[in-house]
């Protein structure tokens, strides 16, 4: 079981802010274009992406257990 | 001295010493809206000894909702950001020097202000002048402390050239960021918090004690109650193209910086990005600020006085001024 995490707009477009989906291994990138599949209004593209709080690369392996963070940046000011 | 400052200096971690820095210390806060008029607030308070202040926008109704130094005089009057803030944050603190610049923040105009700048607060808007920032800053060495919010949501990351991974190691490309406050709102907790983050680093830095510096990057949606830490040690890259061993600053040298230009006799500014847009997903974010046009080639857009129409090659022409800093102003607040 991998944990997610969604902040801020992709929150709102996925209509909850905790994802588990039942998933052994992945790297970073496979696991955003199977969220980018179940949810198509979501954009993965430019956000930045946490395991269990540290700063992950796109071919970083995430494990059941794991919590992924997905963290859009804001520009507002 | 003692006494208006008396209670900073009774916490340990500043004392006399460190009062005495913070007393001497020059800091630059880059954009003067809600970030800018709050940081420049508590360090105005806090003693600081020099303020630069930079803004091109003069100061609207919709802003008195969080952006703390304004009145409604300055509305009615249409004072410049800077301007207005200065004059403020003198009645708080007249023992501070303050300059004020109503100006564009570009390569050109940032690097003679860059002179005996101990940090630099983000306070602006978008990723284009971070980024461009980041380049610069790096390139002067200088500490910066990136900051920004939207909703009930913001983020602060404290950025020390050749030491910690710099803005563009975190981002793999720049966003053609979604929500900003001009389309999805702001509250203004969502700015305090930030800017709580952004003043603390400011005085840890001023005070000389970087050991207590964060170094993680903070998150946070205060409705619906996070905060997250993320460490990012590892994203620092050997081959990052601005602070990495061979440094070329693109967006210092223009290589992907954005380019303005007034239309002649159009009444209309051309923005250039050089960043491809993806229309549909603008016109997702834009639908509830106005009825929006989109065919294959185009996005269209009636906003207050202006139109605006968004090309897919990252060109925006917008109508209805000549001024590249207001044209500028309405393009961030709707793309990001």
């Known amino acids: ?77 | 001295m003692v006494d208006r400052y008396s209670r900073q200096m009774l916490f340990k971690p500043i004392g006399e010493d460190g009062q005495l820095k913070i007393l001497n210390k020059h800091v630059l806060i880059l954009g003067c809206g809600a970030l800018g008029s709050a940081n420049a607030e508590n360090l105005a308070r806090a003693g600081v000894g020099k303020l630069t202040l930079i803004d091109r926008d003069y100061v609207e109704l919709s802003n008195l909702q969080r952006q703390q130094l304004y009145t409604e005089k300055d509305v009615h009057e249409q004072v410049p950001k800077a301007i207005a803030a200065k004059k403020r944050l003198l009645e708080i603190n007249r023992e501070v020097n303050i300059d004020a610049y109503v100006l564009d923040a570009t390569p050109i105009s940032l690097v003679p202000l860059l002179n005996d700048i101990d940090i630099v607060i983000d306070a602006t808007d978008n990723f284009d002048t971070r980024l461009m920032m980041n380049d610069l800053l790096q390139k002067y060495q200088i500490p910066w402390i990136f900051g920004s919010c939207v909703g009930s949501t913001g983020m602060s990351y404290t950025i020390l050239p050749k030491e910690t991974p710099c803005l563009g190691c975190l981002l793999d490309r720049a966003p053609m960021s979604g929500a900003t406050c001009d389309s999805v709102g702001i509250i203004s907790p969502a700015v305090q918090m930030v800017v709580a983050h952004q003043t603390t680093e400011a005085l840890k830095l001023l005070v000389e004690d970087k050991d207590s510096l964060r170094t993680n990057l903070v998150t946070f949606d205060l409705w619906n109650n996070y905060y997250h830490t993320m460490n990012v040690e590892r994203a620092k890259k050997e081959n990052c193209p601005t602070c990495g061993e061979n440094p070329s600053f693109p967006h210092f040298s223009g290589e992907v910086s954005t380019k303005s230009e007034v239309l002649c006799g159009r009444n209309t500014v051309q923005i250039r990005t050089g960043r491809k847009v993806n229309l549909q997903e603008l016109a997702n974010r834009l639908q509830y600020v106005a009825p929006i046009n989109i065919n294959d080639f185009l996005l269209s857009l009636e906003y207050e006085s202006y139109r605006l129409v968004f090309f897919h090659d990252g060109r925006t022409l917008i109508h209805g001024t000549n001024s590249i800093e207001k044209a500028k102003t309405i393009y961030y607040q709707l793309a990001g």
């Open chain 1, 1 to 77: 079981m991998i944990k997610i995490l969604l902040f801020a707009d992709l929150q709102e477009k996925v209509g909850k802010p905790e994802l588990e989906l039942k998933l052994e291994q992945i790297t970073v990138e496979e696991l955003k274009s199977e969220l980018q599949k179940i949810y198509p209004l979501i954009n993965l593209e430019s956000v930045m992406t946490a395991v269990n709080e540290e700063y992950a690369m796109a071919d970083d392996a995430i494990k059941s257990g794991d919590t992924v963070a997905f963290i859009p940046p804001v520009s507002g000011g």
